[in-house]
């Protein structure tokens, strides 16, 4: 059965550090990786990775792909407490349905 | 504001009631999803249409559960004869065909099975 796992479950840092979230994946017929941010209510998507070593970035946001170790890092350098969220993985198969993690719970703290 | 739009957002219903919740996507997405999350937990795939066909269901939707979208527009979700392991947020997105990996999720509606 497809599983995403999600690691740490909850973190909390003070402002300025930096913060890796790990996500390892068991998809089948595995299309591409999904992070998502979520505050109050709806995720609101982050980053698309499909192919393997290539590094996405967004500002603060890093995240990469190892398809051969089936795991995807969120890296946030000098954090804020604007990046305090619930960060979701989730692995996309061919037949269109995302299986999400059940998220990494990030706090930062002035 | 043209984003995912869900109504109501918050619905009390007693158990044994049905219930049934609305839609609005992004006017241009032909692709609309159907989650459900607990607390603690991801969104779980309920499941999903291209324009008016539903084309995936996950077993998780039991037949107490029907979803349509009848014109490709907007989606109705409808849980029969409620229980309370209903109670959850329903997650809907939308998304265009060919970039499902990058779906707007709606605010979600809250259901709470007394």
């Known amino acids: 059965e497809d599983k995403v796992v999600q690691s740490p479950l909850s973190l909390v840092v003070h402002e300025g550090d930096t913060v890796t979230l790990n996500c390892s994946y068991e998809v089948t017929n595995f299309r591409s990786l999904l992070w998502y941010k979520q505050e109050k209510k709806a995720p609101t998507f982050l980053f698309m990775l499909?192919?393997?070593?290539i590094e996405k970035k967004s500002g603060r946001l890093s995240s990469i792909l190892d398809k051969k170790e089936l795991f995807s890092i969120l890296n946030i350098t000098a954090t804020q407490t604007g990046d305090s969220a619930i960060y979701l993985c989730?692995?996309?198969?061919?037949?269109?349905?995302?299986?999400f993690g059940a998220g990494t719970r990030l706090t930062v703290k002035p | 504001d043209t984003g995912v739009s869900q109504n109501p957002r918050h619905k009390i219903t007693k158990r044994g009631q049905n219930v049934t919740f609305r839609c609005d996507p992004i006017s241009e997405h032909n692709r609309l999803y159907w989650y459900r999350q607990t607390l603690g937990q991801g969104p779980e795939f309920l499941t999903y249409?291209?324009?008016?066909?539903?084309?995936?269901k996950s077993r998780l939707l039991s037949d107490r559960f029907s979803a349509e979208r009848p014109k490709g527009s907007f989606s109705t979700l409808e849980i029969q004869r409620t229980e309370q392991g209903d109670s959850a947020m329903y997650l809907c997105?939308?998304?265009?065909?060919?970039?499902?990996?990058?779906?707007?999720f709606g605010p979600g509606t809250r259901l709470l099975v007394l």
């Open positions: 997105a939308s998304s265009f065909m060919e970039e499902t990996g990058t779906q707007y």
């Open positions: 249409f291209q324009n008016e066909a539903q084309l995936e």
């Open positions: 989730a692995g996309l198969g061919n037949n269109n349905d995302m299986r």
């Open positions: 499909t192919s393997s070593g």
